[in-house]
């Protein structure tokens, strides 16, 4: 029987990479205009709080007015509070921080401020508080009311791998506490369920052959919680929805991916909540976390941001 604290690290990874990251000197990294803030949220016990660490990726139209030598959650705040762009939450994968993505902040910060955080147990951020699913989308639902606060422009929601299912959950979240519809939600990379990815992850492929497979590698994660059912909160989603995979993906199977887009367009209200809009890639060396190097992404957010404003204006 596996130990909690060992299902916890197969299921999240949560190991820093790049190592030793320098939160506050993204110049290091390329990467100009860009402040290092902390926000504290409830824990789930609604007395303990947690910090998390983000970085807060100004529009390239914008860069002008952000001075590099300012790091402060004031500054974040100013600068959300100011922008004349839409904002993207950002939600990352496993073994990752917040410095990582750096090619796909690239790309969004061309149409959006890019706020990046790192969920509880990675990087600077929640380090004593519990690792769990629905601790990382309580974090992400406040964060969200947290940008909510201070403008009122667009949101949106882009998740890769991990990040996938902890954004389809949050958005879940949100809409069932409040009422809230982020403006469009994005997939890259994603699974069906947690359960799903652990039998077809290539280690999975290994020992999926192996007796009591399923009870002492799949059933003990979900006795604990960690259920990942991208599959039933995307039915909850009612904002338009794009997913993206690569067919070489080496760490979830695209079919997977193909498969999430399917439901969605089968089983949820398009007319009502939002169409779902599918991009497969073909074996170009993508693998698991290069479709944003792809040439045409840059056309597919913009069809996309043009199809949730659409959508955003039938909610009236």
């Given at each position: 029987?596996?130990?909690?604290?060992?299902?916890?690290?197969?299921i999240?990874?949560?190991?820093?990479?790049?190592?030793?990251?320098?939160?506050?000197?993204?110049?290091?990294?390329g990467?100009?205009?860009?402040?290092n803030?902390?926000?504290t949220?409830?824990?789930l016990?609604?007395?303990?709080?947690?910090?998390?660490?983000?970085?807060?990726?100004?529009?390239?139209?914008?860069?002008?007015?952000?001075?590099?030598?300012?790091?402060?959650?004031?500054?974040?705040?100013?600068?959300?509070?100011?922008?004349?762009?839409?904002v993207?939450?950002?939600?990352?994968?496993v073994?990752?921080?917040?410095?990582?993505p750096?090619?796909t902040y690239?790309?969004?910060?061309?149409f959006?401020?890019?706020?990046?955080?790192?969920?509880?147990?990675?990087?600077d951020?929640?380090?004593?508080?519990?690792?769990?699913e629905d601790g990382?989308?309580?974090?992400?639902?406040?964060?969200?009311?947290?940008?909510?606060?201070?403008?009122?422009?667009?949101?949106?929601f882009?998740?890769?791998?991990?990040?996938?299912?902890?954004?389809?959950?949050?958005?879940?979240?949100?809409?069932?506490q409040?009422?809230?519809?982020?403006?469009?939600?994005?997939l890259?990379?994603?699974?069906?369920?947690?359960?799903?990815?652990?039998i077809n992850h290539?280690?999975?492929?290994?020992?999926?052959w192996?007796?009591?497979?399923?009870?002492?590698?799949?059933?003990?994660?979900?006795?604990?919680?960690?259920?990942?059912?991208?599959?039933?909160?995307?039915l909850?989603?009612d904002c338009?929805?794009?997913?993206?995979?690569?067919?070489?993906?080496?760490v979830?199977?695209?079919?997977?991916?193909?498969?999430?887009?399917e439901?969605?367009?089968?089983?949820?209200?398009?007319?009502?909540q939002?169409n779902?809009?599918?991009?497969?890639?073909?074996s170009?060396?993508?693998?698991?976390i290069?479709?944003?190097?792809?040439?045409?992404v840059?056309q597919y957010?913009t069809?996309?941001?043009?199809?949730?404003?659409?959508?955003?204006?039938?909610?009236?």
């Amino acid at each position: 029987m596996q130990s909690l604290s060992f299902q916890k690290f197969m299921i999240f990874i949560n190991i820093d990479a790049p190592k030793d990251p320098d939160y506050n000197n993204p110049q290091k990294y390329g990467m100009e205009s860009v402040v290092n803030f902390h926000i504290t949220t409830q824990d789930l016990d609604n007395t303990t709080l947690v910090s998390i660490g983000s970085w807060m990726i100004v529009h390239e139209d914008e860069m002008d007015t952000f001075s590099s030598s300012t790091q402060s959650s004031d500054t974040a705040s100013e600068i959300v509070t100011n922008t004349k762009k839409p904002v993207i939450i950002y939600m990352h994968g496993v073994a990752c921080n917040r410095v990582k993505p750096l090619a796909t902040y690239k790309v969004l910060r061309k149409f959006f401020l890019v706020i990046a955080p790192d969920h509880r147990g990675y990087g600077d951020s929640g380090l004593d508080a519990d690792l769990s699913e629905d601790g990382i989308v309580s974090d992400t639902v406040q964060l969200y009311k947290w940008v909510r606060y201070k403008t009122s422009n667009m949101i949106y929601f882009w998740g890769h791998s991990l990040g996938s299912a902890l954004a389809t959950h949050a958005v879940k979240i949100l809409k069932e506490q409040d009422g809230i519809i982020p403006t469009g939600l994005v997939l890259e990379s994603p699974f069906t369920t947690m359960r799903d990815e652990m039998i077809n992850h290539p280690l999975g492929k290994i020992y999926k052959w192996l007796a009591y497979f399923n009870q002492t590698i799949l059933d003990p994660p979900e006795r604990n919680g960690m259920l990942f059912l991208s599959t039933t909160n995307i039915l909850y989603v009612d904002c338009p929805i794009m997913i993206m995979h690569a067919e070489d993906d080496n760490v979830i199977p695209y079919f997977l991916g193909k498969t999430l887009a399917e439901i969605a367009k089968s089983q949820r209200d398009l007319q009502t909540q939002g169409n779902v809009t599918y991009h497969q890639f073909p074996s170009v060396g993508y693998q698991h976390i290069g479709i944003t190097d792809d040439p045409n992404v840059p056309q597919y957010i913009t069809e996309f941001m043009q199809e949730c404003v659409e959508a955003d204006k039938g909610r009236g």
